[in-house]
């Protein structure tokens, strides 16, 4: 197994970031400096991080409903709330697909699958997160078409895959894009303040019955769902 794989898959982040740790230097394999990306990892090797010791842990995976005001950090230096103080003690090292900012809620799905991580967020497989947005005021109908449509904001081009109309002040929006902030400066740019945001699915995986705080462990057969077509998704009803 080469190097960057063996580290993501003990949890030491994404293929990338593990690349990374290789580059600056931080890796020992048997008492050595690793330089080489290309190192492959062979049965009884001993590799360490930092003086950390890297073992390839049992593969896991959950998903936790973040409420609004926890940070979504592993830990936080200001020792505020995160992600991580909800999960349970013996989840062990993991890592976030994709963030919520603190004012945000909902969706998170953590693991110690460096691979599988990976393929969830890369923008190139075009993973659907579904959303659930109120709004400070009714809100006009007449603009979804020009969600879908697209326009530049802080950090790019921005666009919905789809937007419907939940209620008078209530919009469901699903992106595939991950741009920071993008829901809050989206409704902003066209004169609306988001009042609440709570994600409400990541592909195939749906809050369900979890409550905020709450968590639930996926198992194995539980996975194919990630990126279920979204032909196979219940269709939702443009307007109420």
């Known amino acids: 197994m080469r190097i ?39 049965e009884g090797d001993q590799v360490d991080v930092g003086g950390q010791v890297a073992k390839l842990a049992s593969p896991q995976y959950y998903l936790l409903y973040k409420p609004r005001g926890v940070v979504c950090t592993l830990s936080d230096e200001q020792g505020r709330t995160s992600i991580c ?32 991580a990976q393929k969830l967020a890369h923008p190139t497989q075009g993973i659907e997160k ?36 939940l209620g008078a002040n209530k919009i469901k929006v699903v992106l595939r894009q991950g741009i920071k902030r993008q829901i809050r400066l989206m409704f902003a740019k066209l004169g609306y303040k988001v009042k609440r945001l709570v ?8 809050v369900n019955k979890l409550r905020p705080g709450q968590w639930r462990q996926l ?22």
């Open 4 to 42: 960057n794989r063996y580290l993501a898959s003990a949890g030491f982040g994404s293929r990338r970031k593990c690349e990374e740790l290789v580059r600056e230097k931080k890796v020992r394999l048997n008492g050595g400096v690793v330089t080489a990306l290309s190192t492959v990892i062979q």
């Open 199 to 206: 994600r409400t699915r990541i592909g195939g995986f749906t």
């Open 219 to 240: 198992r194995a057969k539980d996975l194919s769902s990630w990126a279920e077509p979204t032909a196979k998704r219940p269709r939702l009803n443009p307007m109420n």
């Open 130 to 165: 579904e959303y659930e947005v109120v709004v400070d005021q009714p809100f006009d109908s007449t603009l979804l078409p020009k969600l879908c449509q697209g326009f530049m904001i802080v950090g790019g081009r921005a666009k919905a895959e789809r937007a419907f109309m």
């Open 85 to 116: 103080d909800l999960l349970p003690f013996h989840a062990g090292r993991l890592f976030h697909v994709g963030r919520l900012d603190m004012e945000s809620e909902g969706l998170i799905l953590l693991t110690n699958d460096g691979d599988f």
